[in-house]
């Protein structure tokens, strides 16, 4: 029977209560060891792909993290058999365990910040020093001359958005365990930080958001969470 | 009343964070692609273990994939 | 304990955010309508990452001096050709930039 995963856990008990999964189906736990594998039989019903079968596998994952540490797994993840699922903790056991440690009592957050990147390049004046090698007057030096504009455009914006982003993330210091950040996604996208804060340290981090949302004018910020622990898995690789 | 006093909680952006979340990151087992065959995702493990998917999900659709795609009933 | 999403601005964030999601695509859907153009937007998003990495390069490059005159006339010329070239692929496969933005996440950095 193939099997439908949600996440590996921090116990190897059977589930308490008749926990549901998507669709109403019947959720187990999947001992491997001293964790196991929340998941549950891969039928019909659930089979489509949808928008709404990842919101609602969110939930269930999200009801899970109220009595576990989860490690959620990406959605879908299918195995055509329990064997699979095995043989794949068997290879992964150890990275499950130290992430199960590292992860247990902490929650994820996401701060997204929007600035105005259009504005603030079109208010940029090019540098009048070009560089001595782009001298000429040649086609070839004219296409670069514009391409080196450009690359020192880019670069006052990138050290100007470093500097911005430092002073979000300080409102945040000394409250997360671990953090990522992901700079520039877009010319507006200033910012998309995540947070792993631990349990205990929740109500401070919200606050500190109310801090961080009342201080800038021209910036637009945005909160989420508690999420599990989604961008702090770490693989064996990285 | 300024607009910074009122907090807004979009379902849109609900989705898209969920979205992120759930179908890129977290514990991945398969590699980085995905291939859709009959819109039906499959999630890459490895030659193998696709042809079996294959076989299992069309033992569960109780259909092959190989026709002509039927309109469900 | 359900989780919020909170912000002054969600049409903002929205729009944001969807310009985030990869256009590079994860799921290749294989009918034969857009199997070619699945795979054009593969091949060229990826050559025009390279492209943009090897200009960037070259401003550095010129940025602390470290090409002769003659290489900057090579390379320069090469750019131009490339850049030329690929607004021509892009023509006959239909494809904006916006079709190519490649969302590298960490390795953004590289661009």
Redesign the interface.
Known sequence: MAAYIYGVIDSNDRLDAAMTGLKGTLLRNLPYRDMGVILSDFDKRIAPITKDHAFEHEKVVERLMEHFTVLPFRFPTVFDNEEGVLSMMSARYDNFTDNLRRLRGKMEFGIKVIWPGDKMRMRLTPDQNSSPLLASDTPVKNFLKKKFQEYQKEKKIENEAEARIALVDGFFDGLAAEKKLEKLKTENLLLCAFYLVEKGKQEDFRQAFERLRSSSGEFKYLFSGPWPPYNFIKTANS | MS??D?????K???????????????????G??????????L?YIGLK?LI??VE??ER??GAPFYGPMQEPN | MSQEVKTDSPGDFLEELEKTRDSLPKRIAANPQNVEKGLAKLVLTLIELIRKLMEKQAMRRIENGSLSEAEVERVGETLMKLENKMVELKQIFGLEDEDLNLNLGPLGKLL
């Open positions: 607009s910074r009122v907090v807004f909680e979009s849109e952006v609900t989705l898209l964070e969920i979205l992120d979340r759930v179908l890129d990151k977290g514990v991945v087992i398969s980085d692609l995905v291939i859709s065959v009959a819109e039906v995702d999630v273990a079996s998917s299992t999900m569960l659709r």
